[in-house]
């Protein structure tokens, strides 16, 4: 059996990924840089079992990321996730038919394509520009002891901080919409006629900055020719 990890959908989107930042590389005139990254924090899930309590049994989550920031407000990315999901219909008083016992209890690999957009002009170890709050969404496919490959719909909202040269800090949360209600393996139940599952992530992103070209925009040109 072909591993979920080498699955068609996953190397599809990494290829994407890549051919995006190598073009955005080369036809950019700005400042470069390029970050990678590790994020530590929590992840649990909203759907037939947890119709609304967010952040309750949240497991730990962990993952790797890197990215690519286009100018001082737009950045892309790869990120691959390891998560777990649990919860218990008993917890929250849910009703269901046929005294059935229904419960989550699920690891979840993802890999996500991401957007970046920053509120204010920030850049890793700048000494004006070095936090700002940020928004983001994009695309990505997920695998779990329940499902089969699945596609789902990230966004999120953060917070950015470089407190030094080259070290950048954000945290995040994001919610993950996807086109499926079998993650909790209750879509046969229907007793809370939740029409779709959610999952989400949030923690901390710490990233190391490399800058990839120098910054050849009109202030540096000018500077270039009269000193």
């Known amino acids: 059996m072909e591993k ?14 890549f051919l995006f930042l190598t073009m955005s590389v080369s036809f950019s005139s700005f400042a470069q840089t390029l970050e990678v990254g590790a994020f530590g924090g929590a ?13 309750i049994e949240s497991q730990p989550a962990f993952g790797a990321v890197l990215k690519y920031n286009l100018n001082q ?21 849910s009703t269901h038919p046929n005294n059935q016992v229904a ?20 850049a890793i170890g700048d000494r004006k520009n070095f936090w700002t709050p940020y928004v983001f969404a994009g695309l990505s496919a997920f695998s779990s002891s329940n499902t089969s490959l699945a596609m789902a719909a990230p966004f999120g909202l953060g917070f950015k901080f470089s407190p030094i040269r080259k070290i950048g800090l954000s945290l995040f949360w994001s919610a993950r919409k996807t ?24 923690g901390l992103n710490i990233t190391f900055a490399f800058r990839l070209q120098k910054d050849v925009s009109c202030r540096n040109l000018i500077n270039r020719k009269y000193n």
């Open 4 to 17: 979920k990890a080498n699955h068609p959908i996953y190397k599809k989107l990494i290829r994407f990924g």
């Open 43 to 55: 992840s649990y899930y909203l759907g037939d079992l947890n119709t609304q309590k967010h952040f």
């Open 73 to 93: 407000r737009w950045a892309i990315g790869l990120a691959a996730s390891q998560g777990r999901l649990t919860s218990d219909a008993t917890d929250f008083n």
């Open 103 to 122: 419960n989550l209890s699920t690891n979840l690999t993802e890999l996500a394509l991401l957007s970046e957009l920053n509120f204010f002009p920030y």
């Open 179 to 202: 086109f499926t209600d079998n993650l909790d393996k209750v879509v046969s139940i229907d007793y809370q006629g939740y029409n779709g599952d959610w999952y989400f992530f949030y």
